[in-house]
């Protein structure tokens, strides 16, 4: 199992990195910054493709679906390299602008015209890198009992199943999805309805690499969280600080160390829901930002300017597929910027002949952008066209306060509180950073931005008004998900003040070198600071930082004793992966052996709620019955007569005829319904599915095939 997960990180990595890597090699960016920024393309590649296909309802073959984006990467690159070079000659009689006199510096022989952007030295992403590989091996993968362990929590349904019926149907979209695969139309339970959409990003990259592996999608769901956690993000980080603070190596070092040290994020996301497809698309969201920033700059050239806008563009139908709340959160966090290069700007606006003031017309954008917000929060929300969830308030505003301050935001929360302990280390680090940028007039917008989702949870968690649902309704309300955009606005802050206590620490030795050193070995000493000092003092301050960060005790609401964050994340961990929920190990290897048994694609009756509700996703067993609820009016009649009376099958003719219209050929059950704390069994009834419970070994038209304990595989036999 281990191996087909590490076989599913190279896989994932490849696919969401080297289609984009190759493409924006054509558009002469840096490869750092290349690949940095390789998944905004890749995934929007991958997610266009599988729309287009699903619109002229054609099933699209694995190796279609994976080359077409290749393909479509290297001919704009043989067509930049190969082609457009041949037409150079008629621009040459044009006057380069300053821009473009730069540009050709730099260009020296290649075909390309370089990107100008921020020196991002190639190791510096490679460290990322490390340390989020380092981090989430450590902190992560051993909480998993094995690599096909999951939560097995209401989000979970729809991830495993949906992705197993994509694989089946070989269609990958959001918009014509469904739980069951195309060939299973007859077995539905359900009057088909309307397509609506569900961002499925994280489906469809899980189905190519549970395909291309020959894995289950559980472990290729695994290594898809896993390459987020580790690689996406830590580089999506990366790109954000050498994009803000460029001149600042020391910060964008530190950002390394510290882009992973908040457990509100990603860490709680790897359990909370599970919220899988928010979690991958907020892990890619920093790096769209940097996109934006270099796009709306005064002085880019036209050659960039044009391949900005086009990877913006993939950016936001790949954060729109993977989670459309990501793009919202970018508005919230993008506003305070836009609005501080407006108010800074040194363009002359005229309007009816008087000069518009830089700071009228950020009023102006201010304004603008909260029509726009109101229009989108009708449309969608009030209006139903996305989803409403309304999470209750649970803390007092002291309270509230207070977990905004420890940087864990959401506090002791009826929806996981246990996920999350208070980080003091990382709230000075924070503070520093944010005095750091007003004593030094730069980057201040990011404070504007932490200090507004600050405020957003506290408020959120706090009261339950109309205008909760104005500011939070495009993140459903929801705690987790708006503490994780406040988060990833903390990290740049963290690293800019780990970065000015390592910087004062150093000078704090220098001075006290310079003054007790004697006169013969002031050369010595002056070699000493410049040549090692520096990285030195520098590496124990973020080592010592780091360090506490991970092992001072606060206070947990599932702890008798103040416990660390981390380990607080890995008990929770271990608990939400581990064998303690509906379906158990003992069940999973029955289902492995009804795997064996039964022929594929056979159709099986079941009872959801004792844990084969997930056989489809877990073991490609094609269950009848794949969600816990929703068994009302909108039911099928065929599904409602199995439900209630398959066990009399013998004397009913009814039934008979239903079971051979269907083409059920098993009864699969499993150990009975215990635990009903989980959002999964909160909605079983007995007598549900009494059609299933009823029947034993001595039922007629049943055959005993399996058996374990008081699990059973039965044949129909009539």
Not at 248 to 265: E, N, P, T
Not at 302 to 329: C, E, N, Q, R
Not at 518 to 538: D, E, G, M, S, Y
Request: aromatic residues 12%.
């Amino acid at each position: 199992m281990w191996l087909e997960f590490f076989q599913s990180v190279v896989v994932i990595v490849a696919l969401l990195y080297v289609p984009g890597v190759i493409l924006l090699h054509a558009s002469g960016m840096p490869k750092p910054w290349a690949l940095v920024s390789a998944p905004l393309v890749s995934c929007a590649l991958f997610f266009i493709e599988g729309e287009i296909f699903s619109a002229l309802n054609i099933p699209i073959p694995l190796s279609v679906m994976v080359l077409v984006p290749l393909l479509i990467a290297a001919l704009v690159n043989g067509y930049v390299f190969y082609v457009a070079p041949k037409h150079k000659e008629h621009h040459r009689g044009e006057k380069p602008n300053k821009s473009e006199a730069i540009r050709a510096d730099k260009q020296s022989t290649s075909p390309v015209p370089a990107f100008i952007c921020e020196e991002l030295p190639f190791w510096m992403p490679l460290l990322y890198v490390a340390i989020g590989l380092l981090t989430v091996g450590l902190l992560f993968l051993p909480t998993l009992p094995s690599a096909s362990s999951f939560v097995q929590g209401w989000d979970i349904v729809h991830h495993l199943d949906v992705t197993q019926a994509m694989i089946e149907s070989q269609k990958y979209s959001s918009i014509h999805y469904d739980f069951y695969s195309t060939v299973e139309a007859s077995i539905t339970p359900w009057e088909p309805g309307t397509s609506g959409f569900y961002p499925s990003g994280w489906n469809i990259i899980v189905a190519l690499t549970t395909q291309l592996v020959s894995t289950t999608v559980p472990i290729a769901g695994n290594a898809l969280n896993f390459v987020s956690a580790a690689i996406i993000f830590p580089l999506s980080i990366c790109s954000l600080i050498a994009k803000v603070l460029p001149k600042h190596r020391i910060a964008l070092i530190s950002g390394a160390f510290v882009c992973l040290a908040f457990f509100v994020f990603p860490w709680s996301l790897l359990i909370y829901g599970p919220i899988f497809p928010n979690t991958v698309a907020f892990c890619v969201m920093p790096s769209i930002w940097w996109i934006f920033m270099q796009m709306t700059r005064s002085k880019t050239p036209k050659h960039d300017l044009i391949w900005l806008i086009v990877i913006f563009v993939l950016g936001l139908i790949t954060l729109f597929i993977l989670h459309p709340s990501t793009i919202f959160s970018s508005i919230v966090v993008l506003l305070p910027w836009s609005f501080a290069r407006i108010g800074e700007s040194k363009r002359r606006v005229v309007l009816f002949g008087k000069q518009i003031k830089p700071v009228t017309l950020a009023y102006v954008f201010f304004i603008f952008a909260l029509v726009i917000w109101s229009v989108f929060y009708y449309v969608l929300i009030v209006r139903g066209v996305a989803l409403n969830f309304w999470w209750s308030a649970y803390s007092s505003l002291q309270d509230a306060i207070l977990h905004a301050l420890g940087m864990d935001f959401v506090g002791q929360s009826y929806a996981g509180g246990e996920l999350v302990s208070p980080q003091p280390i990382l709230s000075i680090c924070v503070l520093v950073g944010a005095v750091w940028t007003f004593k030094h007039k730069q980057a201040r917008w990011m404070v504007s931005a932490f200090m507004y989702l600050s405020i957003l949870c506290i408020f959120i968690i706090t009261f339950d008004v109309p205008l909760k649902g104005y500011l939070s309704g495009f993140w459903y309300t929801d705690p987790f998900r708006i503490a994780a955009s406040c988060v990833i606005m903390a990290i740049p802050l963290a690293a800019l003040g780990l970065a000015t206590l390592a910087e004062a620490a150093l000078e704090t030795f220098v001075s006290w070198r310079e003054k007790t050193s004697q006169a013969q070995t002031k050369a010595q000493t002056c070699v000493f600071c410049t040549v090692w000092a520096k990285p030195l003092i520098a590496g124990a301050v973020i080592a010592c930082v780091v360090v506490l960060n991970y092992v001072v005790p606060m206070p947990n609401l599932k702890s008798e004793e103040p416990i660390p964050a981390a380990t607080a994340f890995k008990q929770a961990s271990e608990k939400a992966y581990g064998d303690h929920y509906i379906l158990t190990s003992e069940e999973l290897e029955f289902l492995r052996r009804v795997e064996l048994t039964v022929p594929a694609g056979a159709v099986i009756a079941n009872l959801p709620q004792d844990g084969s509700l997930w056989a489809y996703g877990t073991n490609d067993l094609h269950v009848l019955w794949r969600f816990p609820n929703g068994y009302d009016a909108s039911e099928r009649p065929a599904s409602a007569i199995l439900r209630k009376r398959l066990n009399r099958i013998a004397s009913d003719p009814e039934v008979l005829q239903t079971v051979r219209d269907l083409n059920v050929q098993y009864v699969l059950i499993l150990n009975n319904v215990v635990d009903y704390s989980n959002a999964v069994t909160s909605t079983y009834k007995p007598g549900t599915f009494r059609g299933i419970t009823q029947i034993t070994d001595t039922t007629p038209g049943f055959e005993v095939v399996l058996e374990e304990g008081s699990m059973r595989l039965y044949k129909i036999t009539l």
